[in-house]
């Protein structure tokens, strides 16, 4: 089952510029993730951040969590057409299940 | 490195016929398993998993069975399918709390 909201559903911004994704959940979590998916590809995994992380940085990736507000944001700098794809949250949760959001569409426009 | 294969990778069946997506991974042993089902533009809905030879968990309730009859292989089946069958199915290990997904198999019901 989807518990997770993910907005917006779709993003279109023009190259160079940041994108931000945010993600909301409704119960507690072990961990929080983000994989990325190309169109009609399998999902591969971004970023993992813990319950008592608040942010975490990989490249031009930036991951935070708040937890008293039960979101996370997934931010790309400086981005590039390459970055063209579908963005999903999954949370774990205590059954060490990830609940997987619905996504966000991001287009890279050059 | 682990690797994990998917296949066929695209099938087109009638409505009523039967189903079989097989998921092989490489270089790990004994790993948990997955089934997800993506729809057209959605997130992914767990179908069932597995912790070894012969363990299923079933998710959802529905015209699908899943099994394992070997270590590193998992097996989709249905004996008739739905044209809500339809979808892109994806099979996953875990390791460290991350997913790892094979490429996919877009099953279309006619």
């Known amino acids: 089952s989807q518990q997770g909201e993910e907005d917006p559903q779709a993003l279109s911004i023009q190259e160079g510029e940041n994108a931000t994704m945010n993600c909301s959940y409704k119960?507690?979590?072990?961990?929080l993730q983000w994989y990325r998916q190309n169109s009609g590809r399998g999902l591969v995994h971004l970023i993992l951040i813990r319950s008592n992380e608040r942010e975490k940085h990989s490249g031009r990736l930036r991951v935070t969590l708040d937890t008293s507000k039960k979101s996370s944001s997934l931010l790309i700098t400086a981005s590039r057409a390459a970055d063209t794809a579908s963005y999903f949250c999954?949370?774990?949760?205590?059954?060490?299940?990830?609940?997987w959001g619905a996504g966000t569409k991001l287009i890279i426009k050059p | 490195s682990q690797t994990i294969h998917q296949w066929p990778a695209t099938l087109v069946q009638p409505v009523g016929s039967p189903l079989s997506l097989e998921c092989t991974v490489e270089g790990t042993s004994n790993p948990n398993l997955y089934w997800y089902r993506q729809a057209a533009g959605r997130g992914l809905q767990l179908l069932f998993y597995?912790?070894?030879?012969?363990?299923i968990s079933s998710e959802v309730p529905q015209n699908l069975s899943a099994s394992r009859p070997q270590d590193r292989q998992f097996i989709l089946s249905s004996k008739k399918l739905l044209l809500s069958d339809s979808g892109f199915y994806l099979c996953a290990w875990i390791r460290s709390e991350t997913q790892y997904f094979g490429p996919g198999t877009r099953l279309l019901v006619l």
């Open positions: 999954a949370r774990m949760d205590s059954n060490y299940q990830l609940i």
């Open positions: 597995s912790v070894g030879i012969g363990q």
């Open positions: 119960t507690s979590i072990n961990n």
